[in-house]
């Protein structure tokens, strides 16, 4: 079993910028990926940004690309999601998502464990 705890949410205004944070317990990952998806209300989950965590190889939505960025601290077996240049549309509820895989895959039922979510509210 693999525990996920996201925390980082918050409200910002249009352009500014949030740290989003996803720790994990209960397994090693050296042979997991990690992926961020996000779900506003109304609208299916949908994948953000995922890694690779043996290697650090990363894969964004084309929506994302050029301002956010995944990242991994192998001490603190935390991924991260640095968020910049935030839009209103980047509004969601944010979950970080595990799975014993090799491939980074953008399709959340392809993942077996997740977070609880962190809200995040962009205003205009």
């Known amino acids: 079993q693999v525990q996920l705890v996201e925390s980082g949410g918050g409200l910002v205004q249009a352009g500014g910028s949030l740290r989003l944070s996803c720790a994990a317990s209960?397994?090693?990952?050296?042979?997991?990926?990690m992926g961020w998806f996000r779900q506003a209300p109304g609208k299916e989950r949908q994948f953000v940004a995922g890694?690779?965590?043996?290697?650090?190889?990363?894969r964004y939505a084309d929506s994302v690309k050029g301002r956010f960025t995944i990242s991994r601290d192998n001490a603190k077996n935390t991924v991260y999601l640095q968020m910049n240049s935030l839009k209103p549309e980047d509004t969601a509820v944010y979950y970080c998502?595990?799975?014993?895989?090799?491939?980074?895959?953008?399709?959340?039922?392809?993942?077996?464990?997740w977070g609880q979510g962190t809200q995040v509210t962009v205003s205009s």
């Open positions: 890694i690779r965590w043996s290697d650090g190889s990363t």
């Open positions: 998502a595990a799975d014993p895989s090799w491939v980074v895959r953008v399709t959340p039922a392809e993942y077996d464990y």
């Open positions: 209960g397994r090693t990952l050296s042979s997991y990926i």
